[in-house]
């Protein structure tokens, strides 16, 4: 018998932690490590028997959905098109899964994520205010007129790969050994980054980051003064971002950042009719609307929006389609109705139990039902569940990459009693 020794190596924690700069050259590569990682873990779970992985009641639930999914493409009116997006989605929750089960075998996968979350962040800090200082980044990257992308090229997500990173990177700064140098390098960073998703101008992702910032600063015990005064430091140089009248450029982020969103759903205007986040996003969200209607139970099959909008009888508004509705719950209504869309509320009404749970602990001064830790990841998670607010394409790889990464730290530490007391080192 060929006993396996990758794991008596730094191979798979430096393969997966490696997922985190990848994912700033776009998604082939992280879906590549994916892939093919959780095709090793399949084999490793059957060949070695070690079915508890799968055995607990999260994955149970999560592979549940992923059979709605497929029920839902085979009933769709184009299959294939509709497969591509459900079939293999099982595979993110066998990532996460092996996320668990590295950090089981070896801690110091911990250490690798810290690290490589931590250099992929300097990175953007680096490049990101350079481009907006100097109109271009380090490899010739211009600005979108006054929204930063950095490394991100012309796909405007920094904001948002920022956002949703940064609670999984103070998730584990949290239990690492520091010194105080790090201590105040790592709230300096915090201060830059809350600074640079403003200046991206990505209003989704500014929200996300500070959903989750307050979240976390209300539930964490340690530390939580140190980031409620790194984000009220952020908050200041932001205010004064905005309101410096003799710089042109703040007045065109302020407008961008605060005064398009209230224009766009006409907050401003008493006379007109209110709609949501813009134009063109209600327009998408009541297009799906009408196409859950028709078929509220099992939707017209992942992916199809962007087949179906078009169609007169969904068809809504001036701009009624897109590649998606621009947010999950809508989009997964559209496309799997009830059946799919109750896997997510229930994720989203877990964490609103765990909250809740964590609130009592801490009025009736208990012991806390949750480590701080797991309320960073718990943080993570808010960002991906929160129902009110714009969102990417639930399907995308990039997507699905990014959210299922805290997800593996999380079901570790529920599983296998990491808490506030572990060490990377």
């Not at 640079?196 to 989704?204: H, K, N, Q, T």
């Not at 701080?372 to 990841?377: N, R, S, W």
Request: hydrophobic fraction near 50%; proline fraction near 3%; charge should be positive.
């Amino acid at each position: 018998m060929i006993k396996i020794n990758f794991f008596k190596t730094n191979f798979f924690n430096l393969l997966i932690s490696s997922i985190v700069p990848f994912l700033i050259l776009g998604p082939f590569i992280p879906d590549l490590i994916l892939s093919i990682s959780s095709l090793f873990f399949l084999y490793y779970v059957f060949r070695y028997n070690k079915f508890y992985f799968f055995k607990n009641k999260s994955l149970i639930f999560f592979f549940l959905f992923c059979t709605i999914l497929i029920f839902c493409s085979l009933l769709s009116e184009n299959i294939l098109f509709s497969l591509k997006s459900s079939l293999f989605y099982f595979r993110i929750g066998i990532f996460s899964c092996f996320i668990w089960f590295l950090i089981e075998k070896d801690k110091k996968i911990l250490k690798f994520f810290y690290y490589f979350i931590l250099f992929s962040f300097l990175a953007l800090v680096i490049d990101g205010y350079c481009q907006f200082f100097l109109g271009e980044n380090i490899l010739g990257y211009k600005k979108y007129g006054i929204r930063i992308s950095s490394f991100f090229g012309d796909e405007m997500i920094m904001g948002s790969y920022l956002s949703r990173l940064l609670p999984l990177l103070f998730a584990l700064f949290l239990i690492k050994e520091k010194n105080k140098f790090e201590i105040y390098f790592i709230g300096i960073l915090f201060i830059l980054i809350d600074i640079l998703v403003f200046i991206s101008g990505e209003r989704a992702a500014f929200f996300f980051i500070n959903l989750s910032s307050i979240f976390i600063i209300f539930f964490i015990k340690q530390f939580q003064v140190y980031r409620l005064i790194t984000l009220i430091i952020g908050i200041i140089f932001i205010v004064l971002i905005t309101f410096s009248h003799s710089n042109s450029l703040s007045k065109t982020l302020s407008e961008r950042m605060f005064h398009e969103p209230l224009k766009s759903m006409n907050f401003l205007d008493s006379s007109k009719k209110k709609v949501i986040f813009t134009r063109a996003h209600d327009s998408h969200i009541r297009t799906a609307f009408e196409m859950f209607k028709e078929s509220p139970i099992y939707g017209h099959g992942p992916k199809m929006f962007r087949v179906l909008c078009s169609n007169e009888k969904y068809a809504i508004g001036d701009a009624p389609c897109s590649t998606h509705p621009h947010n999950f719950y809508i989009q997964l209504l559209a496309e799997t109705g009830v059946l799919g869309f109750s896997y997510l509320f229930l994720m989203f009404l877990y964490v609103l139990y765990c909250s809740f749970k964590q609130l009592i602990s801490i009025i009736f001064k208990r012991n806390r039902y949750l480590s701080d830790y797991q309320v960073c990841l718990l943080g993570a998670l808010i960002i991906t569940l929160w129902p009110i607010s714009p969102n990417g394409n639930f399907f995308t790889n990039w997507l699905m990459i990014v959210y299922s990464l805290p997800i593996g730290f999380y079901l570790h530490s529920i599983y296998s009693k990491i808490d506030k007391r572990s060490n990377l080192d």
